[in-house]
């Protein structure tokens, strides 16, 4: 690992998410995680980072995530997105299928969607996709496997997102496994040309619920293709403009 990249990780490894975050609606700090939704029906709720990420620069962030104790009475998952909606900080989706996601543009998103809704596609067991623009809804049918992962098993999992815009590739791994991967020009097919981007979580329960959160474990950027952004982020006092 360059030692840029591991400084940076050092860094802010130590850093709760308290002051990092604005958050939305439901969500609220929970000793060194934040909570997005509690176990409670028809919940939503949302994470910002304060630091915008530029999309020119490579960059890995790793999470621990919990999506609840119940299966069968469980909903809806969470996402993890990258957005410059013009709602900028206060964009939030809406809740229930839409995960807090739905609607949020332009934007691209890892959803962990742990409930069934037939008019989105989705399986019977819980899944992890990539997503743009706020849409959640899977063109075709997902194949159905016979014994599907249960993500809301009272467990934190561990999840990594890296983007390398040499390649413009996504990888997202969960529990130390590629669950997805994808190649796009983020930037110019997502982004209309502008590389600073919000990061941050969405979550939402419906009729069904559970308590949903994540805890940072690591950041790491590798700062010296652009050695300004990180620096203005790092001393941002709050949501950049
Ligand atoms: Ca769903
Ligand atoms: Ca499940």
């Not at 990061?199 to 559970?210: D, E």
């Amino acid at each position: 690992m360059p030692r840029t990249l591991l400084t940076l990780g050092l860094l802010l490894a130590g850093l709760t998410g308290r002051a990092q975050y604005v958050t939305l609606l439901d969500a609220a700090p929970m000793g060194d995680c934040i909570r997005l939704t509690p176990d409670e029906p028809y919940r939503e709720g949302i994470a910002y980072s304060t630091a915008r990420l530029d999309l020119r620069n490579p960059f890995e962030v790793e999470f621990d995530i919990y999506l609840g104790d119940k299966d069968d009475l469980g909903a809806d998952g969470i996402t993890f997105v990258l957005h410059n909606d013009p709602r900028g900080f206060a964009a939030a989706g809406f809740f229930g299928e839409g995960m807090g996601y739905g609607n949020i543009a332009p934007s691209v998103a890892v959803e962990f969607d742990t409930y069934q809704n037939y008019t989105r596609n989705d399986p019977a067991h819980d899944h992890v996709a990539l997503l743009v623009n706020g849409a959640n809804a899977h063109p075709d049918p997902w194949p159905e496997q016979a014994a599907g992962p249960n993500l809301e098993d009272d467990r934190l999992h561990s999840f990594r997102f890296r983007w390398n815009p040499a390649d413009q590739r996504i990888l997202v791994h969960l529990d130390g496994r590629v669950v997805c991967e994808g190649k796009k020009d983020l930037i110019n097919a997502v982004f209309d040309g502008n590389p600073s981007v919000i990061w941050g979580f969405t979550a939402s329960t419906g009729r069904k619920h559970n308590l949903q959160y994540f805890c940072l474990k690591r950041l790491a950027i590798n700062s010296n293709s652009a050695p300004n952004s990180f620096a203005a982020d790092k001393s941002a006092q709050g949501p950049a403009k």
